[in-house]
């Protein structure tokens, strides 16, 4: 097949900076290639990957000396560059966005088409976006996000997936753990508070490794920086992709004790790629992922949650690593797209030839 895959050219897609959303696109592409697809990235032109980049590709705006610093200003330029991509997209069979703002174009490109509805849908703009584009595709990253936002028109579901080459497994025995961590943005709805609270009363050291950044900075400073000694409570900063090994790898287990519908949730299965289990409140995708008893624990609230903290030794780390190999890998992801890809494929031809 040729595939586009819409990325956008805010920063270069390469494995050195991106994760998170752009991460699993990133490593989905690099599967996709390997499967012999010709896949095409609208990414910036200084990119590493195996994809081939449009010849016009231009640098990443966030680095544009030409581009004001102001979202405004990058905003306007994503969209002249949004209207490169539909001169091009009769080129494809298949076109994969991964940003719910290019949804009107995927009307003028009239090509087949698919959005992964990374985000969840949860927000009022997602919500709008589904109500005046009610014929374009989606998939959703978990069951959950179905129920929770019925109002897109699915085509599947398709779990994320994770290089299993970057996270290797780490076994209890090899070197005892000595402490807990948590990992993620330092959001509110994320639990850092909470986590640190776990971890003061059952008596455990917490590793965090926090995106903090300046729309952050002010809750970080109020709610979250009174409570680190950095001897029980330990700041490691943010963990870039290629420490995220060894940062997960350490603990004995990850706290997740999130506020609110967590779409996926990828660094769960990325402790658990690395043999740690996963401590989680029961919200978003949390019951997916986690298998209660076997490869961590899914909680209602603090007091269950320091429960299973004191019962985490029960949980095999070589089922945690067993369970991701079996569900949440690149190759398990990439079955997942290419059966859509190929059902929209067929379903937009059928109605071409009116059937």
């Known amino acids: 097949m040729k595939i586009a895959q819409i990325i956008g050219f805010y920063k270069d897609f390469s494995p050195e900076v991106v994760w998170g959303i752009t991460g699993v696109a990133y490593d989905l592409t690099e599967e996709l290639v390997k499967r012999g697809h010709e896949v095409?990235?609208?990414?910036?032109?200084?990119?590493?990957?195996?994809?081939l980049l449009p010849e016009w590709a231009p640098p990443a705006i966030l680095k544009d000396k030409r581009i004001p610093p102001d979202e405004e200003a990058r905003n306007f330029v994503g969209k002249i560059y949004s209207i490169r991509i539909i001169e091009e997209a009769?080129?494809?069979?298949?076109?994969?966005?991964?940003?719910?703002?290019?949804?009107?174009?995927?009307?003028?490109?009239?090509r087949p088409a698919i959005t992964t509805l990374h985000g969840g849908g949860f927000t009022l703009g997602d919500k709008i976006v589904a109500k005046f584009c009610?014929?374009?595709?989606?998939?959703?990253?978990?069951?959950?996000?179905?129920?929770?936002?019925?109002?897109?028109?699915?085509?599947?579901?398709?779990?994320?997936?994770?290089?299993?080459?970057k996270f290797h497994f780490s076994d209890n025995q090899d070197n005892q753990r000595d402490h807990l961590c948590w990992l993620g943005r330092a959001d509110p709805e994320k639990g850092l508070?909470?986590?640190?609270?776990?971890?003061?009363?059952?008596?455990?050291?917490?590793?965090?490794?926090?995106?903090?950044?300046?729309?952050?900075?002010?809750?970080?400073?109020?709610?979250?920086?009174?409570?680190?000694?950095n001897k029980q409570i330990i700041l490691k900063g943010e963990i870039k992709?290629?420490?995220?090994?060894?940062?997960?790898?350490?603990?004995?287990?990850?706290?997740?004790?999130?506020?609110?519908?967590?779409?996926?949730?990828?660094?769960?299965?990325?402790?658990?790629?690395?043999?740690?289990?996963?401590?989680?409140?029961?919200?978003?995708s949390m019951e997916e992922l986690i298998i209660d008893g076997k490869n961590g624990f899914v909680v209602d609230n603090e007091k269950e949650m320091i429960e299973a903290v004191k019962?985490?030794?029960?949980?095999?780390?070589?089922?945690?690593?067993r369970?991701?190999?079996?569900?949440?890998?690149?190759?398990?992801?990439?079955?997942?797209?290419?059966?859509?890809y190929q059902k929209?494929?067929?379903?937009?031809?059928?109605?071409?030839?009116?059937?």
């Not at 095409?40 to 994809?51: H, I, R, V």
């Not at 997740?256 to 043999?275: K, R, S, T, Y």
């Not at 929209?344 to 059937?355: A, D, L, R, S």
Request: aromatic share 10%.
């Open 40 to 51: 095409t990235a609208f990414a910036p032109k200084n990119s590493k990957t195996s994809a």
């Open 90 to 110: 009769k080129k494809f069979d298949i076109i994969h966005n991964h940003w719910l703002g290019t949804i009107p174009y995927l009307r003028l490109m009239q």
């Open 134 to 165: 009610p014929e374009a595709s989606y998939v959703a990253i978990a069951k959950h996000i179905i129920r929770k936002s019925p109002e897109f028109n699915y085509a599947g579901v398709v779990y994320n997936g994770i290089n299993l080459s």
């Open 193 to 229: 508070d909470i986590a640190i609270k776990i971890a003061k009363k059952s008596n455990n050291k917490l590793l965090i490794g926090a995106i903090i950044g300046p729309e952050r900075q002010e809750y970080f400073d109020k709610k979250i920086k009174p409570l680190i000694d």
């Open 241 to 284: 992709r290629e420490q995220r090994e060894v940062f997960l790898g350490s603990a004995k287990a990850l706290l997740m004790p999130i506020q609110w519908e967590e779409p996926f949730g990828l660094v769960v299965i990325e402790a658990m790629a690395c043999g740690t289990p996963v401590i989680a409140f029961r919200k978003g």
């Open 311 to 321: 019962d985490i030794d029960k949980i095999d780390r070589k089922e945690c690593r």
């Open 323 to 340: 369970y991701v190999e079996e569900h949440f890998s690149v190759s398990k992801m990439a079955d997942g797209y290419e059966k859509v």
């Open 344 to 355: 929209i494929i067929t379903k937009q031809c059928n109605k071409k030839n009116g059937k």
